[in-house]
C-alpha cells in the first residue's frame, strides 16, 4: 500500500493528535489509521528566521513534519495573502479582499519552501495529498522540483464563478497551478463546476470534481450522549431555568453571518413575542484570525451588536442573547448540540460546514432539535429535513426560529431522521476513502 502524504497548512497540535479535533484533522482520521502517512505544514509559529529543516515528531504509523515560518513570510503568506485575499475572495465577498503584490510575494515564497523541504521526505510511490487555498501553487512546486509522484488538491472552501475568481490578480496563473494536480476535489458540484469554468477558460481540462466531507456521525453521537451527564451540560440546564435553548457554533468569521443571525434573533423576540423569556440563544464564537482587519472590526460590530440587543430586550431575570468568545471542549460542545431546541446555522457561504453536521449527530432521536440552516452552506446542497433558509433576511430567519421553536414533537422526528440518513450518506470515511481511490486511480508520471 502507497504512503500517504497529507500537505495542510495546520497539522493537529500534539494534545489533539490522538482524539478528537477540529474540522479537517477529524475527517482526515480515517485515513491516517488506515495508512503510513507523513503529514507535512507549517508548525504555528513565526518567528525571526524561516526553519529549511521541518522538525520531525513520530506517532505510531505517522510522521509529523513542520516547518517554522518567517515572521514576515507569516504576515504575507498566512496573514495577507491567504487570510486577507484568497479568503474573502472564495467566500464572495470581493469588497473585503485587499491584495498587495508583497503578500503574493510570500505566498509563492512559502509554498516554493515548503516543497523544498519536503521534496527530501518523499518516495516514488506515495500519495501526496494537499490541502486547502493556503497551498495552491503546492503541487506545480512539486512538480517544478521533480516529483513524479501522484499529487491531488482538495479545496475546503467554496470556490466562486469565474466572474468573481477574475478579481484576483495572478487568477490565471493560479488556474494553471490548480491544473497541475491530478486530481481537484471540491465540497459540493456547484463549487466543481465554477473550477472547471475557471479552468476551461484557460484552455485546461476541466477535472474538478465534488468530494463532500462528512464527520463520523455514530462516534459523534456517542460522545453526545456521554456529555449529557456532565458537569457543563448539567450547569448549562440549570441556568436556562426551563428555557429552550437556541444554539449556534462557530469561528468568528465574516463569512459565518453573525450580525445577520444576531439581527434575526432579535426579530424574533420582536415579531413573536410568545417567545419572550422562554428562548435563550448560545452562541459560541472563538476569536479567528485575530490579527486580520476585517475580523477585529467583525469583532467590535458583534460586541456592540450583543449589547444592544441584550439591552433592548433583557429582563432583570432572563438574558435573551450569551455570547462567548473562548472556544468550548469539543465533547462538552457536543453535550451542548444535544441538549439544543435549535441548531442555528447561517453562514453567508461556507464550504460544507460541519457543525451542522455535528449538530444533528449530537440529537436525541426520541427528542431531536431542529436544523435551521443556510442555503449558502454547502451542508444545504444535501440535508433534507432541514429549515433551509436565506440568512441575509433576518425576517426569514425569525419566521424559522419561530416554526423551529413551535415545531411538534412527530414533525421534530421525521425531520431528523431524513437528517441523519443524510449525515450517514457522506460520512468523512467515505471522503477520505473516495478521494484517495480517485488518486490511486491516477497514474504515478514515468520517471
Ligand atoms: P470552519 O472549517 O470554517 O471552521 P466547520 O463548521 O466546517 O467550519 O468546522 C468547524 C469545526 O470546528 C467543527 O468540527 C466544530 O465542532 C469546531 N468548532 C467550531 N467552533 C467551535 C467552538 N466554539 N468550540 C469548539 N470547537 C468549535
Ligand atoms: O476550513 C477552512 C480552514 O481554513 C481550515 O483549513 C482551518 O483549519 C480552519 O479553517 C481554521 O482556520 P485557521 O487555520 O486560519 O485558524
Known amino acids: 500500500m502507497s504512503r500517504l502524504v497529507l500537505v495542510s497548512n495546520r497539522v493537529p497540535p500534539p494534545r489533539e493528535r490522538s482524539g478528537a479535533a477540529g474540522g479537517l484533522a477529524v475527517a482526515l482520521r480515517e485515513a491516517v489509521s488506515s495508512h503510513e502517512t507523513l503529514w507535512f505544514g507549517w508548525s504555528g509559529t513565526a518567528g525571526a528566521q524561516a526553519a529549511t529543516q521541518p522538525r520531525i515528531h513520530r506517532s505510531g504509523r505517522i510522521t509529523y513534519a513542520t516547518l517554522d515560518l518567517a515572521q514576515g513570510d507569516y504576515e504575507g503568506y498566512y496573514r495577507g495573502f491567504s487570510n486577507g485575499m484568497l479568503w474573502p475572495l472564495l467566500h464572495y465577498q470581493v469588497a473585503l479582499a485587499e491584495f498587495r503584490r508583497e503578500d503574493l510575494g510570500a505566498y509563492q515564497r512559502v509554498n516554493h519552501a515548503f516543497a523544498a523541504a519536503l521534496v527530501p521526505l518523499l518516495r516514488p510511490n ?15 512546486a512539486l512538480r517544478e522540483a521533480g516529483v513524479q509522484a501522484r499529487i491531488g488538491f482538495f479545496l475546503h472552501v467554496p470556490f466562486p464563478p469565474a466572474a468573481v475568481w477574475a478579481a484576483l490578480p495572478q487568477g490565471d496563473e493560479m488556474a494553471r497551478e490548480l491544473a497541475c494536480y491530478d486530481v481537484l476535489g471540491t465540497q459540493t458540484e456547484e463549487d466543481a463546476r465554477h473550477m472547471n469554468e475557471v479552468l476551461q477558460a484557460q484552455g485546461l481540462p476541466p477535472k474538478a470534481r465534488s468530494f463532500p466531507i462528512g464527520i463520523d456521525p455514530e462516534s459523534f453521537a456517542a460522545a453526545a450522549r456521554q456529555a449529557e451527564g456532565g458537569t457543563e451540560v448539567r450547569r448549562l440546564i440549570q441556568s436556562l431555568g426551563g428555557r429552550a435553548l437556541i444554539l449556534g457554533v462557530d469561528r468568528l468569521d465574516y463569512s459565518k453571518g453573525l450580525p445577520q443571525r444576531f439581527r434575526g434573533f432579535a426579530r424574533l423576540l420582536r415579531r413573536f413575542p410568545e417567545h419572550r423569556n422562554r428562548v435563550t440563544f448560545l452562541q459560541v464564537a472563538p476569536v479567528s484570525r485575530g490579527d486580520v482587519a476585517q475580523y477585529r472590526s467583525l469583532r467590535r460590530e458583534l460586541d456592540e451588536l450583543t449589547g444592544r440587543i441584550n439591552g433592548e430586550h433583557a429582563e432583570f431575570d432572563w438574558t435573551p442573547l ?21 441548531g442555528l446555522v447561517t453562514p453567508l457561504r461556507d464550504g460544507m460546514n460541519l457543525v451542522a ?87 504515478a508520471r514515468a520517471a
Open 126 to 140: 506515495d500519495l501526496i495529498w494537499v490541502h486547502d487555498y493556503h497551498l495552491i501553487p503546492m503541487g506545480a
Open 322 to 342: 450569551r455570547y462567548l468568545t473562548q472556544a468550548v471542549r469539543r465533547d462538552v460542545l457536543a453535550g451542548f448540540y444535544r441538549m439544543a431546541s435549535v
Open 357 to 443: 453536521k455535528e449538530y444533528v449527530a449530537a440529537q436525541n432521536p426520541e427528542a431531536p432539535g431542529m436544523l435551521v440552516l443556510s442555503r449558502f452552506a454547502g451542508a444545504a446542497e444535501a440535508m433534507e429535513g432541514a429549515l433551509v433558509i436565506n440568512p441575509h433576511d433576518p425576517d426569514e430567519t425569525a419566521e424559522a426560529l419561530h416554526a423551529a421553536l413551535s415545531a411538534p414533537p412527530e414533525e421534530r422526528r421525521t425531520r431528523w431522521r431524513q437528517m441523519w440518513t443524510a449525515v450517514n450518506r457522506h460520512t468523512s470515511a467515505d471522503w477520505a476513502r473516495g478521494f484517495m481511490a480517485e488518486l490511486e486511480g491516477t497514474t
